[in-house]
């Protein structure tokens, strides 16, 4: 806004407004010296580590940078057991097999829909036995992959 647009509005309520800052009396104002040892204090480490300074923290981190995951091994649906494979592909066949004749083929067997079921029923029992059925406490809480 220009000067002289300021001007046309100088009646306004807008110009009368002060900021709260000051408002403050002398006691609740800090003054600069005061204000510099704050500032100053920032950048220092204030991190409570007894057992390790922050240069040491620094070349442990550096040291944990080099490391490297040992390789997990091959993972994917060559690697599992091929009745497994089969209760996925059986599940995920079901169900879409079901839906299918549900949009397209109204007038399905019953024989057909209670075979779709009992795969369906099949698979799920297959899929539920290849849970793991204990845990190990070299597995850990899960915290890590």
């Not at 709260?20 to 040892?37: H, P, Q």
């Not at 060559?78 to 079901?98: E, K, Q, Y």
């Not at 549900?102 to 036995?129: D, W």
Request: hydrophobic content about 40%; cysteine-free.
């Amino acid at each position: 806004m220009s000067p002289s647009a300021r001007d046309d509005h100088s009646s306004s309520d807008d110009d009368k407004f002060e900021p709260t800052w000051d408002a403050l009396d002398d006691s609740e104002r800090v003054d600069d010296t005061r204000w510099e040892d704050l500032v100053s204090d920032i950048n220092r480490d204030q991190g409570f580590v007894p057992e390790m300074s922050s240069d040491e923290i620094r070349d442990a981190l550096a040291e944990d940078e080099e490391w490297q995951p040992p390789d997990p091994g091959p993972v994917g649906w060559r690697t599992a057991s091929p009745l497994f494979m089969l209760g996925i592909v059986g599940l995920i066949g079901g169900i879409s097999a079901l839906v299918l004749s549900a949009f397209l083929f109204r007038g399905l067997p019953g024989y057909a829909l209670v075979g779709i079921i009992v795969v369906i029923l099949l698979s799920t029992f297959v899929l539920i036995r290849h849970l793991p059925q204990y845990r190990s406490p070299e597995d850990g809480d899960g915290a890590q992959v």
